[in-house]
């Protein structure tokens, strides 16, 4: 993104998208019409979002090396990434000498209200997370804020002794809020922005869009519960 992102591997941030960033206008990318007037501009188009995900899978391939896999993807907004990251990791094992199995599980967590989040974690479904005993447990998110939530998470993971978790995230934001937890894989580092699209939503509405952008007052006026 020219002049105001910045890739910085080595350090584990992704793509770095800075504060001043303006973003892409809505006019030169396509989406669907319904939501015309509630966004005000893209911030990751789709195709950039689908060519880092394919170098995020090369990353943990090389990183965790070829070892069987759980895949746990947290719903709902996770799904496209989730979906995508696996396929590309499919597909490296299709072209090397070695196999990898993977499978995926899913779980809900639910920290948001309108655009606020609510303090506290709620954990939808994971009856089946003692199947993670032993397992190299891989967790797919769309975005780390504060990090509360995924520590929760992590904490009550590992209750089930997994043999390795890691933690790929397609968004981390900048929030003063933040305790400093980094997954060990990123997508992007972004500003403070409440985002929507690729499957992330607000109360359920954006999903259907593929690029990434950021919704303006009046959409969160518009689909406020």
């Not at 000498?97 to 309108?114: E, T």
């Not at 303090?119 to 998110?141: F, H, P, R, Y």
């Not at 997994?162 to 790929?168: D, F």
């Not at 939503?201 to 990434?212: A, K, P, Q, T």
Request: contains cysteine; proline residues 4%.
């Amino acid at each position: 993104m020219a002049g105001s992102s910045e890739k910085l591997p080595s350090d584990g941030r992704g793509v770095v998208i800075k504060d001043n960033w303006p973003g892409y206008d809505l006019n030169l990318f396509t989406y669907p019409q319904h939501y015309s007037g509630d966004l005000e501009y893209v911030l990751i188009p789709h195709g950039i979002i689908v060519d880092r995900i394919e170098r995020l899978a090369k990353d943990i391939m090389k990183d965790i090396g070829y070892c069987d896999l759980m895949v746990l993807c947290v719903l709902k907004g996770g799904y496209k990434f989730c979906a995508d990251l696996v396929e590309h990791l499919k597909n490296i094992s299709r072209n090397s000498d070695q196999f990898v199995s993977m499978k995926v599980d899913f779980i809900r967590l639910k920290s948001y209200r309108n655009d606020q989040s609510m303090g506290e974690m709620q954990i939808i479904g994971g009856e089946d997370l003692s199947t993670l005993a032993g397992k190299n447990v891989l967790i797919v998110e769309d975005v780390v804020g504060t990090g509360r939530t995924m520590r929760a998470l992590l904490s009550s993971i590992r209750t089930y002794r997994p043999n390795m978790i890691k933690v790929a995230s397609l968004l981390v934001k900048r929030t003063p809020r933040s305790d400093s937890f980094r997954p060990n894989y990123v997508g992007f580092e972004i500003p403070n922005l409440f985002v929507v699209g690729y499957a992330l939503d607000y109360n359920e509405y954006f999903r259907d869009l593929n690029h990434i952008c950021v919704i303006n007052e009046h959409g969160k006026e518009k689909y406020r519960v």
